[in-house]
């Protein structure tokens, strides 16, 4: 009995493999154009993600573009070490924490909010309104933006004259002011992104069961009542997965835009790692010891990134794996 038992097993398993290349097969001639559609998708990231993904083996070699990667001499965690102890370690990290978790605490919920205020809305013409103008500076180019923000926080511009008047000061350029480049970092992100990330909350709000809201109308629950107890758990299970995905770049902060607002009197509250590594590898060509800060920052994004997922689900049972 145990022979033929054993015999049998090969022989199921050699069937299922079968059944799965049959079906796999089905399924692609049905779905062929969806599939073909997918190609460009597919080879953009093998190009662009996963090929340069061999080149991350310079950040453990004294590169050099005569040599080549492959005959670089290897150096070990050297250019990790110098980056560890190096004076501007600290810094850079530092207001790479503080920018991102500002745009956690401050940029993250915004979205909900505003998704939550649109739902209340009950006229629909002021609702679309609303909508349009909230969506349109996320389709501005960065480099227009930037230079939006550089013109009104100039000295004589619309939000340096309010702050003045305000706060009192001399009027000079806010972003000659290290102590204000976090806030107006954080405030342009929250207008520029606002109405964009609301999309997919107004998505789940779409998906909650309206006869919810019915039920509790008639057991006199009021509209905060409702937000509370139906409309915040009902999209709890989305607001879970953007902040893990949210989590798994925390770190990432906003290259483009910090690397064309800031300035050297500004460093010490907007260097973050991105632009350091675009000084560092690209000013200076020191393409070795870029690359170990930004594998640096990979990793710790990507602890982030498992660690929120784990909590996430034995927290709520919410996860993206």
């Not at 079968?18 to 796999?24: D, Y």
């Not at 909900?112 to 309104?129: G, P, T, Y």
């Not at 009197?265 to 800060?293: H, M």
Request: aromatic letters at 16%; a positive charge.
């Amino acid at each position: 009995m145990q022979k033929t038992a054993a015999l049998e097993s090969p022989v199921k398993y050699a069937a299922k493999r079968q059944t799965l290349g049959r079906r796999i097969v089905r399924d692609f001639m049905l779905n062929k154009y969806l599939y073909l559609m997918m190609l460009p998708v597919i080879v953009f990231y093998i190009i662009f993600h996963y090929v340069p993904m061999y080149g991350a083996i310079i950040a453990f070699k004294d590169y050099s573009p005569i040599k080549g990667i492959t005959g670089s001499e290897w150096v070990g965690f050297k250019h990790f070490n110098e980056f560890f102890t190096s004076f501007y370690f600290w810094r850079i990290l530092k207001n790479t924490v503080l920018i991102s978790l500002y745009s956690l605490i401050f940029e993250f919920p915004a979205p909900i909010i505003l998704a939550l205020i649109i739902n209340e809305v009950r006229n629909q013409a002021f609702k679309r309104v609303v909508q349009s103008i909230t969506y349109m500076p996320y389709f501005i180019s960065m480099v227009v933006v930037c230079g939006m923000i550089k013109d009104f926080t100039n000295s004589g511009g619309v939000v340096n004259m309010v702050y003045t008047f305000i706060f009192g000061g001399d009027g000079q350029a806010m972003l000659q002011k290290p102590e204000l480049f976090r806030p107006i970092y954080i405030l342009s992100e929250i207008w520029q992104k606002i109405g964009w990330e609301s999309i997919i909350y107004l998505a789940a709000l779409m998906n909650i069961d309206q006869e919810q809201y019915e039920a509790a109308r008639i057991d006199g629950a009021g509209r905060w009542r409702q937000i509370w107890n139906i409309t915040l758990p009902g999209i709890a299970p989305t607001i879970t997965i953007m902040l893990i995905l949210r989590m798994g770049s925390l770190l990432n902060v906003g290259f483009e835009k910090i690397l064309l607002l800031y300035n050297a009197v500004t460093y010490d509250t907007a260097d973050v790692i991105s632009t350091f590594v675009y000084r560092k590898g690209l000013l200076e060509t020191d393409w070795s010891f870029s690359a170990a800060v930004g594998i640096f920052n990979s990793v710790i994004n990507l602890c982030l990134l498992v660690t929120a997922n784990y909590v996430s689900r034995k927290v709520n049972e919410n996860s993206l794996w």
